[in-house]
């Protein structure tokens, strides 16, 4: 199984950007499928994901500025961030589950993971 995600890249504050995974070695729509992000010298935090068989979720930092959204027949996931901030920049993970009603924070939940890819907000 193997994720790869794109679309990071550097943008000032109060841009949008968007970023794709794509998915390769299991059936995409049972599949939950998560962000995470990174900051240099901070933990892992759950940005949201998208329940195959159930809710959409989002962390309360980024809610109504993200948007999670698939393309099932494309075996793609999107985030849409908008209303960037300085603070959103990280590496930005994008994960994989087989638990299809799943949408929490849980890392342990997700079963694979992709390789990282860096967005930076300029102030």
């Known amino acids: 199984v193997q994720l790869q995600a794109s679309g990071g890249g550097l943008v000032q504050a109060g841009g949008s950007l968007r970023l794709s995974c794509t998915l390769s070695?299991?059936?995409?729509?049972?599949?939950?499928m998560g962000w995470f992000r990174q900051a240099a010298g901070e933990e892992r935090e759950f940005v949201g994901a998208d329940a195959s068989g159930g809710p959409t979720k989002y962390a309360d930092s980024v809610k109504g500025r993200f948007t999670i959204s698939r393309d099932n027949a494309k075996r793609m996931v999107y985030l849409q961030m908008n209303s960037l901030k300085p603070e959103d920049t990280a590496v930005y993970y994008c994960?994989?589950?087989?638990?299809?009603?799943?949408?929490?924070?849980?890392?342990?939940?997700?079963?694979?993971w992709g390789q990282g890819t860096l967005v930076t907000v300029s102030s």
């Open positions: 994960a994989a589950s087989r638990h299809e009603y799943y949408a929490g924070p849980r890392a342990d939940y997700y079963d694979y």
């Open positions: 070695g299991r059936t995409f729509s049972s599949s939950t």
